[in-house]
């Protein structure tokens, strides 16, 4: 597979998550600007998905920028993170509707720390089908225990 197919069609799935996020906000039942600011968990947590979305898009074309390859594993890899980047606008939407009780925070949460185990996996899997003299190689070849701890949380 062409590198540009897989960044195409993992940038079409990211999008189509923020557009579902963004569609379940609702313009306000009333015409004061209370009734915008009783729905501010909603709108705080689209903001904050959509900050991270945005974030692993952007880490996303950095990463697959520096393949050189796509191998059966780095597809996988790639589809392992859409599938927990996917469930981000269901989890969001219940933080928004709960106002943030404890327990959808909690699934938003792991769902998170799925997606970053998933980057992991495919950097790891991205960096396998490296040359050790590629930059991916050497610039991962360094990083401490502290730094793939963030990668992932």
Do not use: C
């Amino acid at each position: 597979m062409q590198k540009s197919r897989l960044e195409a069609f993992s940038d079409g799935v990211l999008a189509i998550i923020i557009t579902i996020m963004v569609l379940e906000l609702r313009v306000p039942e009333g015409h004061e600007i209370k009734d915008l600011i009783i729905q501010w968990p909603k709108f705080f947590s689209y903001l904050l998905s959509f900050l991270y979305i945005g974030i692993y898009w952007g880490n996303h074309h950095h990463l697959l920028h520096t393949a050189t390859r796509v191998t059966s594993s780095v597809m996988l890899a790639n589809l392992n993170l859409l599938f927990w980047l996917s469930l981000i606008p269901i989890t969001t939407a219940w933080i928004g509707e709960s106002h943030f009780e404890s327990q959808p925070v909690a699934l938003y949460s792991f769902n998170l720390l799925l997606a970053g185990l998933a980057y992991f996996i495919l950097q790891k899997s991205i960096e396998r089908t490296a040359a050790p003299q590629e930059g991916l190689s050497k610039a991962l070849k360094h990083l401490s225990r502290k730094g793939i701890l963030s990668q992932i949380a």
